[in-house]
């Protein structure tokens, strides 16, 4: 068994290195080297760094070592998107600030999807492109479901909110003791069909207008988007965290990356959305152990990055 095990070991080493080869970019740019800044945004009970492990697990580094410049903002663990998109915005300004850049590319993971797509929204003359990646954009069945069987007001409810926040104050605690304000059931009602239809509606940009299609390229804000997702929930034996990934699957009715179906993660230019990923192999965790036979997460984020140099963003 510990043969086996370190066989798999291997692979994953061996995945990972060849996923971080250094080549080059458009007229002698390194690979990665975009115009902006790039802006990475976490999702629910999301974090910068929790206890010295990055929330996009050893991607600020990928993409940094061949030219990229890269932030890591920290918004609420919880919180509405309009909350969340507020204190994206301050980082941004400060962002801008600190690298003299005139816009940023902001990529959000989940619920950092959207909250990206408020900036956009609200301040486009900041913001180049916004690139959604397992995104809640039209809504998520598993937060529909606890929505409609957990009544508001209710005994489960009130224990359910004092989990999240036990678990939200050991993620602040662990990640450098956040002040961010919290709400656990503002989060939960954006993230439903019917919160995220109302967030469409005000902030409409990149959304496609048919169920499952692709929105605008290039929006009339002069914003680019972009999307991409995984659709598969059990992806590595030496994961444990695809256990839960695969039992949360099973609530959808079309393909899904555990959290987010396929159709609802589309936003602008879908580059794909049926990678062999569940929805925490899209930022490349648990530590890096994704499908042994999928192109690494990293690399995705590289080959974005490239794109967006491409686009001249």
Same mark, same amino acid.
């Given at each position: 068994? &510990? ?25 002698? &740019?390194?690979?990665?080297? =975009?115009? $902006? ?33 890269? $932030? ?47 900036? @956009? ?16 954009? &039209? ?20 224990? @359910? ?31 439903? =069909? ?29 914003? $680019? ?25 099973? @609530? ?16 602008? &230019? ?30 995705? $984020? ?12």
């Amino acid at each position: 068994m &510990k043969q086996v095990i370190s066989f798999f070991i291997c692979c994953i080493a061996a995945f990972t290195c060849q996923a971080g080869s250094s080549t080059t970019g458009v007229a002698g &740019k390194g690979y990665t080297e =975009t115009q $902006y800044p790039i802006v990475l945004v976490h999702g629910l009970f999301g974090f910068d760094s929790l206890a010295g492990i990055d929330y996009f697990y050893g991607i600020p580094h990928a993409l940094n070592k061949d030219g990229a410049t890269v $932030y890591v903002a920290q918004v609420s663990a919880t919180n509405s998107t309009e909350l969340r998109g507020e204190q994206l915005l301050a980082q941004v300004e400060d962002v801008l600030a600190i690298s003299g850049a005139e816009k940023v590319n902001l990529i959000g993971h989940s619920h950092g999807g959207p909250t990206a797509r408020y900036v @956009a929204s609200v301040a486009p003359e900041l913001v180049a492109s916004v690139t959604s990646i397992g995104g809640v954009n &039209k809504g998520s069945r598993i937060a529909d479901i606890v929505r409609g069987t957990v009544p508001e007001g209710s005994l489960p409810e009130g224990i @359910a909110v004092e989990l999240a926040q036990g678990l939200v104050t050991l993620i602040n605690l662990l990640s450098g003791g956040s002040e961010l304000p919290q709400d656990p059931l503002a989060s939960l009602a954006a993230l439903t =069909t019917e919160g995220s239809l109302a967030f469409n509606q005000k902030y409409p940009e990149g959304i496609p207008t048919t169920r499952c299609g692709e929105g605008d390229y290039v929006a009339d804000n002069g914003v $680019y988007y972009f999307s991409w997702s995984g659709t598969s929930n059990f992806t590595n034996a030496l994961d444990p965290a695809d256990a839960a990934m695969t039992v949360l699957g099973l @609530a959808f009715d079309e393909p899904n990356d555990g959290l987010v179906g396929r159709c609802s993660s589309h936003l602008g &230019k879908v580059i794909r959305d049926d990678y062999q990923m569940n929805h925490l192999d899209e930022i490349n965790g648990l530590l890096g152990i994704t499908h042994l036979f999928e192109t690494a997460p990293t690399t995705l $984020y590289r080959q974005h990055a490239n794109r967006l140099q491409q686009q001249g963003l």
